[in-house]
């Protein structure tokens, strides 16, 4: 993401239609956080070693290295989602 995108999106977080679809459960909070994390990662980049922001993030978020890893370097395939239909 670019600083421009981060501020659009921490924008739409903080915003009261997010937080209601949040307190009806329709935001996926484990893809928010990786999102979060991807983020954090490519932050603290810039200036510790790979192995040192692994640690960092492994300690803020309480995830196993392996965790980390499938998180940040595993290959994402996009799920098709079905349109929600109202009738």
């Known amino acids: 993401l670019t600083i421009e ?3 659009e999106l921490k924008e739409i977080a903080s915003s009261d239609v997010f937080q209601k679809l949040r307190s009806l459960k329709l935001i ?12 954090e990662y490519k932050e603290l980049r810039n200036k510790f070693s790979a192995s040192t922001c692994i640690q960092i993030l492994s300690e803020k978020y309480f995830l196993s290295d392996s965790t980390l890893n499938n998180i ?14 109202f009738s």
């Open 5 to 7: 995108e981060y501020n």
């Open 28 to 39: 996926d909070e484990t893809k928010l956080r990786n999102l979060k994390i991807r983020n």
């Open 72 to 85: 940040l370097f595993r290959k994402r395939i996009l799920k098709q989602k079905l349109p929600v239909v």
